[in-house]
């Protein structure tokens, strides 16, 4: 019998491709989506989809039971930039949707769960090139602070009530196919979509701020493969460092200029995000998720510009023709 697989926070940067390649591998049937809004997309229209809030505990629980749930990837989250913005919101939300899906875990009600952590529980005393899995984390933002505590509360649940739960610690994730959802690292998205359109580009970052980055074919990967993974092979409950590339805008501008010579990028001063960008880490070392379950990332800076550029370029010509 296939399992059931649950999607909470479906139609954000990563809950898209996610949902989509998850129907691909287990079929439509198998793998219901769901979110606080319901727009009009594939994710909607092509397969089971529900209105769920995730701070919403028997919500949650019932569509759990409605369609025997064996699986729940959480996505929902307020991102750092947004948080700033809502600090109370932010912690309820990131905090309580991972306590409703651990708690239905623990009454054995669901068998496995995945929740992604984030860079942003890194801060300014972490070492910042080749950030190791185990180091100084003294997070400064309100997203990090949730996520630091996410991950010992994982790691609780686990040691304590044999919880199945799985994560990883993205770092900057870049798509073409969802709009930014509110994070530092989303100008390495709204270039792209300036560079088509406009061929320039405003940064809110410093030219020379080199972070850590993620095609989201790679992000993708990284949740399945480790959900896939035998349980005796994740042996970091907690989350795992995760890693693809390291950039500054800067090098992803001189990236784009390959294909698009014209491109102009100039750079905004003083702005609150860069305050966030300069207490995160330039590199990741992600060797362990790397030796434990295999962990491969297939895009660089290169491959993921074009790529970025040709499925966008796509995109925006379907818009204008539909």
Same mark, same amino acid.
């Given at each position: 019998?296939?399992?059931?697989?649950l999607?909470?926070?479906?139609?954000?940067?990563?809950?898209t491709?996610?949902? =989509?390649? /998850?129907?691909?591998?287990?079929?439509?049937?198998?793998?219901?989506?769901?979110?606080?809004?319901?727009?009009?997309?594939?994710?909607?229209?092509q397969?089971?989809?529900?209105?769920?809030?995730? /701070?919403?505990?028997?919500?949650?629980?019932?569509?759990?039971?409605?369609?025997?749930? #064996?699986?729940?990837?959480?996505?929902?989250?307020? /991102?750092?930039?947004?948080?700033?913005?809502?600090h109370?919101?932010a912690?309820?939300?990131?905090?309580?949707?991972?306590f409703?899906? =651990?708690?239905?875990?623990?009454?054995?009600? @669901?068998?496995?769960?995945?929740?992604?952590?984030s860079?942003a529980?890194? &801060?300014?005393?972490?070492?910042?090139?080749k950030?190791?899995?185990?180091?100084?984390?003294?997070?400064?933002t309100?997203y990090?602070?949730?996520?630091?505590?996410?991950? *010992?509360?994982?790691?609780y649940?686990?040691?304590?009530f044999?919880? #199945?739960v *799985?994560?990883?610690?993205?770092p900057?994730?870049?798509?073409?196919?969802?709009?930014?959802? &509110?994070?530092?690292?989303?100008?390495?998205v709204?270039?792209?979509?300036?560079?088509?359109?406009?061929?320039?580009?405003?940064?809110?970052?410093?030219?020379?701020?080199?972070?850590p980055? +993620?095609?989201? #074919?790679?992000?993708?990967?990284?949740?399945?493969?480790?959900?896939?993974?035998? &349980?005796? =092979?994740?042996?970091?409950?907690?989350?795992?460092?995760?890693?693809? +590339?390291?950039f500054?805008?800067?090098?992803?501008?001189?990236?784009?200029?390959?294909?698009?010579?014209?491109?102009?990028?100039?750079?905004? #001063?003083?702005?609150?995000?860069?305050?966030?960008?300069?207490?995160?880490?330039?590199? @990741?070392?992600?060797?362990?998720?790397?030796?434990?379950?295999n962990?491969?990332?297939?895009?660089?800076?290169?491959?993921?510009?074009?790529? +970025?550029?040709?499925? =966008?370029e796509?995109?925006?010509?379907?818009q204008?023709?539909?």
């Open positions: 019998m296939s399992k059931k697989i999607v909470i926070g479906a139609c954000g940067q990563i809950g491709e996610l949902t =989509l390649r /998850l129907r691909q591998i287990y079929g439509v049937e198998n793998v219901v989506a769901s979110d606080i809004v319901k727009p009009d997309n594939d994710i909607v229209n397969g089971y989809f529900e209105i769920i809030d995730a /701070l919403n505990f028997d919500q949650i629980e019932y569509f759990v039971e409605k369609y025997a749930i #064996d699986e729940v990837y959480l996505l929902s989250a307020l /991102l750092s930039a947004s948080a700033e913005k809502a109370a919101y912690w309820d939300l990131n905090m309580n949707s991972l409703h899906v =651990l708690n239905l875990a623990k009454a054995k009600k @669901i068998k496995k769960i995945f929740w992604p952590s860079i529980v890194f &801060g300014n005393n972490t070492p910042r090139e950030t190791a899995q185990y180091t100084i984390m003294e997070p400064s309100v990090g602070i949730s996520k630091q505590t996410g991950e *010992r509360w994982c790691e649940y686990h040691k304590t044999g919880v #199945d *799985r994560s990883v610690r993205y900057g994730i870049i798509s073409w196919s969802a709009p930014p959802g &509110g994070g530092t690292t989303d100008y390495a709204d270039i792209f979509h300036s560079a088509i359109r406009e061929q320039k580009y405003e940064c809110f970052l410093s030219p020379q701020t080199k972070l980055m +993620m095609y989201i #074919d790679d992000a993708i990967d990284a949740a399945i493969n480790i959900m896939q993974a035998p &349980g005796n =092979l994740v042996k970091i409950r907690s989350s795992y460092n995760l890693s693809a +590339m390291s500054n805008p800067k090098e992803i501008a001189a990236e784009i200029q390959k294909h698009i010579p014209d491109f102009v990028i100039t750079y905004k #001063d003083n702005d609150f995000r860069q305050l966030i960008a300069d207490s995160w880490p330039n590199s @990741i070392d992600d060797s362990s998720a790397r030796l434990d379950w962990w491969k990332n297939k895009f660089d800076l290169s491959s993921m510009t074009l790529e +970025m550029l040709e499925k =966008l796509a995109t925006i010509q379907n204008v023709f539909s």
